[in-house]
T-cell receptor, first 116, second 113 residues
């Protein structure tokens, strides 16, 4: 069974940093592209970042480019999102999502709260 | 960036009735190479992650009931639930995966009348 399990969400002060992780189970992790998508409380979905299986292609939304960094470690079936210079508006549930064009598997998400 | 605009924002439908919602892209998301529109539809119930229903405008994901169908091409797309069931109460999102940045619609909330 395909599973994506996120972790690393926490309460952090504005200007601080967080590193989110996602571990994949039940599929050949290294051949799939992955994404981070977030959802602010009571709001819609926002795509943030994309990485191919080989890490050769990486894309970011304008809202996080220069502050967030996506990476992966295929040996550990893991995806990461390093988030720096956090703002109140970054408060959201962050989802790890597998893509095959469309988004076929989603994790349950991890909540990051940016507040003083 | 491609803007995805969903309508209506909310929809109240009786059990067994048809629910129809729309998504309009600010530019064509039709691929000239395979003549497919790169839009997918997702259902999100409270406290759960989204789940894919339809991809490439009209292909139903494995395991999705056939009361869900997608149509459209180019810039105008529709998700239809042919006969609403109580478990279909949710927010529905469209997503264009034609180009980066990927963009979602704002969502359509389906409620029971």
């Amino acid at each position: 069974e395909v599973q994506l399990v996120e972790s690393g969400g926490a309460l952090v002060q504005p200007g601080g940093s967080l590193r989110l992780s996602c571990v994949g189970y039940g599929f050949d992790f290294n051949i799939y592209s992955l994404n981070w998508v977030r959802q602010a409380p009571g709001k819609g979905l926002e795509w943030l970042s994309y990485i191919t299986g080989s890490s050769h292609i990486i894309k970011y939304a304008d809202s996080v480019r220069g502050r967030f960094t996506i990476s992966r470690d295929n040996a550990k079936n893991s995806l990461f999102l390093q988030m720096n210079s956090l703002r109140a508006e970054d408060t959201a549930t962050y989802y790890c999502v597998r893509s095959v064009g469309h988004y076929d598997y989603w994790g349950r998400g991890t909540l990051a709260t940016v507040s003083s | 960036d491609i803007v995805m605009t969903q309508s209506p924002d909310s929809l109240a439908v009786s059990l067994g009735e048809r629910a129809t919602m729309n998504c309009k892209s600010s530019q064509s998301i039709l691929s000239s190479s395979d003549i497919k529109s790169y839009i997918s539809w997702y259902q999100q119930k409270p406290g759960q992650p989204p789940k894919v229903l339809i991809w490439r405008a009209s292909t139903r994901e494995s395991g999705v009931p056939d009361r869900f169908s997608g149509s459209g091409s180019g810039t105008d797309f529709t998700l239809t639930i042919s006969s609403l069931r109580a478990e279909d109460v949710a927010v529905y999102y469209c997503l264009q995966n034609y180009t980066f940045p990927r963009t979602f619609g704002q969502g359509t909330k389906v409620e029971l009348k």
